[in-house]
C-alpha cells in the first residue's frame, strides 16, 4: 500500500467522522435549544381567556385562571354597590391612583372599578404578600371585621381588608388595591379576561 493511498483512507476516516459527529451534534442540539421554547402550557398561561358569565346571577362569584392567577368575576348587587359610596374616607386608594397603569387600567378607574358597574374583575391575590383574600360579602360585624363593615374581602393571614370593588382599606399591611386584570366584554354575557384592545 503506497503512502499516498493511506493519506486518502486517513483522509475519508477524518471527513467521514467530522460528518458524523456534526449530524450527532445537530441531533442533540435540536432538543437541546427547542427546550428554550415555551410550552404549549406555557404559551397556553399568557393566553387570553374567553369567560361566558351569563348564569351568574346577583351577589355570586366565578374564579377562572388568567397567567397562573385567581381572577374573580362577581356580580354584585344593587346593595353592594350602593355601600361602595360609603366605604370612600376608610380607604387607601378609594380612586385608583396609586400605580394605575400597574393595577387599574383606565376604563376601571371608577368608583365601581368596572366596565359595567354590578361586574367586578379582580386578581384575587393580596398586594401584601401574595395570599389569596376570603370572600367576606355579609354586611356587619365579624370575626376580624369592624361593626361597620359592608361587605368586601379579609385577607387572613395578616388582616388587610378590601371591599367590594377590591380597594384596601387604610392602616393594613396591603399597600395597593387588589389588581383589576385587563379585560373586554366580546358580548353582553361573554368576557375576554387578558386583553382590552376594544374595552
Given at each position: 500500500m503506497s503512502e499516498q493511498q493511506v493519506d486518502n483512507s486517513k483522509r475519508t476516516w477524518l471527513i467521514a467522522s467530522g460528518c458524523a459527529g456534526v449530524v450527532g451534534g445537530a441531533g442533540v442540539a435540536v432538543?437541546?435549544?427547542s427546550s428554550f421554547q415555551p410550552s404549549?402550557?406555557?404559551?397556553a398561561a399568557g393566553a387570553a381567556v374567553e369567560v361566558d358569565i351569563s348564569a351568574l346571577k346577583p351577589g355570586e362569584k366565578m374564579t377562572v385562571e388568567w397567567r397562573g392567577k385567581p381572577v374573580w368575576i362577581i356580580k354584585r348587587t344593587e346593595e353592594q354597590l350602593a355601600?361602595?359610596?360609603?366605604?370612600?374616607e376608610f380607604l387607601a386608594d378609594p380612586t385608583s391612583q396609586r400605580k394605575p397603569d400597574e393595577l387599574t387600567p383606565a376604563y376601571a378607574r371608577n368608583e365601581h372599578r368596572?366596565?359595567?358597574?354590578?361586574?367586578?374583575?379582580a386578581v384575587?391575590?393580596?398586594?401584601?404578600?401574595?395570599?389569596?383574600?376570603?370572600?367576606k360579602f355579609s354586611p356587619g360585624a365579624q370575626p376580624s371585621l369592624p361593626d361597620t363593615w359592608t361587605g368586601g374581602f379579609l385577607c387572613a393571614c395578616h388582616g388587610s381588608t378590601f371591599d367590594m370593588a377590591g380597594r384596601v382599606f387604610k392602616n393594613k399591611p396591603a399597600p395597593d388595591n387588589l389588581e383589576v386584570p385587563p379585560h373586554m366584554y366580546l358580548s353582553e354575557t361573554t368576557l375576554l379576561i387578558g386583553e382590552d384592545k376594544k374595552a
Open positions: 432538543p437541546f435549544v404549549e402550557r406555557a404559551r355601600a361602595l359610596k360609603t366605604n370612600d368596572s366596565i359595567k358597574a354590578d361586574v367586578m374583575v384575587g391575590i393580596c398586594t401584601h404578600l401574595g395570599c389569596s383574600p376570603s370572600d
